[in-house]
């Protein structure tokens, strides 16, 4: 074998060895951005499985500490229920400090904390939150489930590699079978293939570049011998490589547009589970907890010398006797029937709170005491005058005791003073004959 033959069959490998290299270089490429994008879309999920498993832990820690206060365990019992019964969630305990009290649902976890935590494993994202009664009570834990994330993961992992794979072996079956032909009709045609081999090399090194071909301008290409079979072979495999690569391209943006859909879906649920920590779900009253919130707010120091705030706090007349006597469905119709007049019957500027069971308070910024006691009788005497049908020729009426104050920004330390006062007044209303309005006369 002369040199010319050599140098033809060293160029041939060359030329191989390059398209499969490339071929694999440009599909590494493609795997590395499409599992940088898989991990940004792991982390962000981990982050808003965190933040909702916050928000919920959040908004179910107050209604077990009122159950707890009730010893209403049949519902903190069905409230652990609901929680596993999520997809998310796999375990959740209700555990008492010295463990006298457990209650568990689903996968049981047991752990005493201090403040809420957040722990991560392989498998869980483990959130806890103290519950507390007068005092420290016990603890409260979720164990939320990452296996359908690792689920996914493996699952987009595995497809990605089945499919390089077969590109890789295309591209070295091809490279192959390419340089066999080659490798046959060298020594025939040994002058004759050095030109086209070196079009063939140049854009191989533009394929490497990632430059688009134009394989009309391959020359030999209406040759019916193995330099028109090769050329018309590389036009084919260059064909492939850049549509495998366009290919690509639009699977990273459609997984990039499908990760923006979904960070928009969570972003949307969990300015809904802020609604709901804010708001009571029987009455859809703000909670106590949002109450204090906008206590803060409206007796920040800006507002000290501006606003005066009138307090309204009223309380069910003999609630647990209509919760005896008729039920306590008929108990949850009163309290709904008494938040929607609530909320009928006040400016949109007020704050209405359902402050504990049967319990309700309102503030009525930018007004006077005058105004105040007014509206407080006005609430009273609708509901005293209201008849609530029962069924079977049975019917309930409803009274409430009222108390009444404003807020004193000079002596008032925080809105706290205020409602106490109120408190005060609602007390001597209910043990002066209840079905009235007390307005306190403190000072402070």
Request: aromatic share 6%; net charge negative; hydrophobic share 40%.
């Amino acid at each position: 074998m002369n040199l010319s033959h050599k140098f033809i069959l060293v160029l041939l490998t060359i030329v191989v060895s390059i398209v499969s290299l490339l071929t694999y270089l440009n599909i590494q490429e493609d795997k590395n951005i499409l599992n940088s994008a898989l991990e940004k879309r792991v982390t962000l999920m981990k982050k808003n499985l965190t933040q909702n498993a916050h928000y919920t832990i959040a908004y179910y820690k107050d209604e077990i500490e009122n159950d707890l206060a009730s010893m209403n365990l049949s519902h903190i019992v069905k409230i652990l229920k609901q929680l596993v019964d999520r997809d998310e969630i796999e375990g959740a305990a209700l555990i008492n400090e010295d463990k006298s009290m457990q209650l568990f649902e689903g996968r049981p976890y047991q752990r005493q904390v201090k403040e809420l935590t957040t722990e991560e494993t392989k498998n869980n994202i483990i959130i806890a939150t103290p519950i507390a009664l007068s005092k420290h009570w016990g603890t409260l834990t979720l164990v939320y489930t990452l296996d359908p994330l690792h689920q996914e993961i493996l699952e987009v992992k595995d497809d990605l590699t089945k499919k390089i794979e077969h590109k890789i072996v295309y591209a070295t079956i091809l490279g192959v079978v390419i340089f066999i032909l080659f490798a046959i009709f060298s020594l025939a045609w040994a002058k004759r293939l050095t030109s086209p081999l070196l079009v063939l090399t140049d854009t191989a090194k533009k394929i490497a570049n990632t430059e688009i071909i134009d394989n009309n301008a391959l020359q030999y290409t209406d040759r019916q011998d193995e330099v028109g079979v090769l050329t018309n072979a590389f036009c084919e495999m260059s064909t492939k490589l850049q549509n495998s690569y366009r290919n690509l391209k639009e699977l990273n943006e459609s997984l990039e547009e499908k990760i923006k859909e979904r960070t928009k879906d969570l972003e949307i649920r969990q300015e809904e589970l802020k609604i709901l920590a804010a708001t009571d779900s029987m009455t859809k009253l703000y909670n106590r907890r949002y109450f204090t919130e906008m206590c803060i707010g409206m007796f920040s120091l800006e507002n000290r010398m501006i606003e005066e705030i009138g307090v309204i706090m009223l309380d069910i007349d003999n609630f647990k006797y209509i919760n005896d006597t008729y039920g306590h469905q008929q108990g949850d119709k009163v309290i709904i029937f008494i938040a929607n007049l609530l909320r009928e019957h006040t400016r949109k500027s007020d704050v209405i709170c359902r402050f504990g069971g049967e319990e309700f308070i309102l503030l009525l910024p930018h007004t006077s005491l005058q105004y105040t006691i007014q509206h407080a009788e006005n609430i009273r005497s609708r509901i005293a005058s209201y008849t609530m049908d029962l069924g079977d020729n049975k019917t309930l009426s409803v009274t409430v005791s009222v108390g009444v104050s404003m807020v004193n920004h000079e002596r008032d330390i925080d809105m706290e003073d205020a409602i106490k006062r109120t408190d005060r007044a609602l007390y001597e209303a209910k043990n002066s004959g209840k079905n009235r309005v007390v307005i306190s006369d403190e000072k402070a």
